[in-house]
């Protein structure tokens, strides 16, 4: 009988710290997870910063190649023209072959800096596919934290489409901004649907982050109205 008893009470202490373990077990999992995502998410950062270095390096270094070009073939233009102090478009004195070689070469260099850009531009709008801004309609403070949760909550979405928030400073008009960052485009995307049919939608805006040219353009419309 005092064998029986004793055979009970190992299994149950057995069973207790299977228990533990097991709990345990689950925390040292989920805290392996969250490092792990931390370094996959800190090195995918890592990488872009690299890559958008890679193309600032490139851009500056076909720039400057496109301004060097550009001066040298105008100089030489100006220096070999009888009337250097006439426009080359109406020069009488030079040949319309010097003017297509010269506009040949500017519009060659100017396709070339343009294309540059384009694919700059390319890249910067695959990493935006899934990142918003949201903006104050009013100088007011947005109702909600700078956290996943809270955002999501105002947002009328699931807190798990939602990777991290980073608050912004305000912008020029000084409405408060944050800058949200959703696990996919498609989360973005549903995000914002849900958002816009929401009352919340009366306090904020959720937008896409523009990229470099599209900040030029907007800037060069702006300037021509």
């Known amino acids: 009988m005092a064998a029986d008893e004793c055979l009970k009470l190992l299994e149950t202490r057995f069973r207790e710290l299977s228990k533990v373990l097991s709990e345990e077990l689950k925390v040292l999992v989920k805290d392996v997870e969250a490092r792990m ?3 996959f998410r800190t090195k995918s950062r890592k990488d872009d910063e690299e890559i958008q270095r890679l193309f600032n390096d490139l ?4 720039q400057t190649r ?3 070009e550009l001066a040298k073939a105008l100089r030489g233009y100006e220096v070999n023209r009888v009337t250097a102090d006439v426009a080359l478009d ?3 004195f030079s040949s319309p072959c010097d003017k297509h070689n010269a506009f040949e070469v500017i519009a060659g260099i100017s396709l070339a800096n343009f294309q540059a850009q384009r694919a700059q531009d390319q890249f910067e709008r695959v990493q935006l596919y899934s990142v918003r801004h949201l903006r104050s309609k009013s100088t007011a403070a947005l109702p909600c934290a700078p956290s996943p949760f809270d955002v999501s909550r105002f947002l009328c979405c699931e807190p ?5 928030v980073e608050q912004l400073r305000v912008n020029g008009l000084g409405k408060p901004r944050m800058l949200v960052h959703f696990t996919s485009g498609e989360a973005a995307a549903a995000a914002y649907h849900s958002f816009r049919a929401s009352p919340n939608s ?4 959720l937008e896409h982050k523009r990229t470099h040219l599209q900040n030029t353009l907007i800037d060069l419309a702006i300037r021509l109205q």
Not at 59 to 62: A, I, L, V
Not at 160 to 164: G, N
Not at 202 to 205: E, L, P, R, S, W
């Open 66 to 68: 496109v301004n060097q």
């Open 202 to 205: 009366t306090h904020a805006v």
């Open 37 to 39: 995502e931390e370094r």
């Open 160 to 164: 798990s489409s939602i990777e991290y």
């Open 90 to 92: 109406t020069d009488p």
């Open 59 to 62: 851009s500056g270094r076909e």
